[in-house]
Structure formats: C-alpha cells, structure tokens
Nanobody
Framework: QVQLVESGGGLVRAGGSLRLSCSCV??????????MGWFRQAPGKEREFVAA????????LYADSVKGRFTISRDNAKNTVYLQMTSLKPEDTAVYYC????????????????????WGQGTQVTVSS
C-alpha cells in the first residue's frame, strides 16, 4: 500500500516562504511512475487543487491562485515531491495534502481529486498577516 507523509508546514508571516515535502513509500511499486499532486483545505472550505507534476517533472499544472508563487518539483531518487511556496498570503493558510496517481498525465484533469489514488495525512500551513 502506498504511504505518503507530508512535512515542512508551520507558521510564517505574509510574504514569507516555506517548502513542503511529501515522502512516498510504495512497496512493490515505482514512485517515478506516479503523477503527484498537492491539494489544500482551509477551515470551512472544500479541499482544492494546488499543483501537480508528471512522472519525470516535465509536466506541471498549477491553480491560478498560486501560479508564479508556488513551484512543484520531485526527486525520484528520493521518492519525494516538493512544494516551494513563496510570497505567502494569509489566504494560503490551510492543511496541505499530497496525493498520487498511478497512470498517465491527464492534463487539466489533474485538478480533479477523483483521479488520485491515495492521500497523505496533511501538514498545516498558517500564514499570519
């Protein structure tokens, strides 16, 4: 069973930066064949898409709200995906989740939760004004 563990969350002031990591343990499976995504859920709101990355990093997709501020990347040798967040805003406050999708890159449909096969437990990011 694939296990995802997020880390790197915390409290930061507006304008600051954080880097989230998501470590993947996938017995019998190959991390480099997974599409990886980041989602977030703010208090009282539904979970929303943040970013996704294809198996070799050649394809990426971002929510409009984070485009130009967040960067998703991956290190297949370390079975890890990252989310570098800069110019953070109070509205970025949320629990951030990583997710995996075994299969091909789906383009814009990578924004849809239903195409992901598993989730981590999340890491809290709080941005103070």
């Amino acid at each position: 069973q694939v296990q995802l563990v997020e880390s790197g969350g915390g409290l930061v002031r507006a304008g600051g930066s954080l880097r989230l990591s998501c470590s993947c343990v996938a017995p019998g499976r190959t991390f480099s064949t997974f599409v990886m995504g980041w989602f977030r859920q703010a208090p009282g709101k539904e979970r929303e898409f943040v970013a996704a990355i294809g198996w070799n990093g050649g394809s990426t997709l971002y929510a409009d709200s984070v485009k130009g501020r967040f960067t998703i990347s991956r290190d297949n040798a370390k079975n890890t995906v990252y989310l570098q967040m800069t110019s953070l805003k109070p509205e970025d406050t949320a629990v951030y989740y990583c997710a995996f999708r075994p299969g091909i890159w789906l383009g814009d449909r990578q924004k849809e939760e239903r195409f992901y096969g598993g989730w981590g437990q999340g890491t809290q990011v709080t941005v103070s004004s």
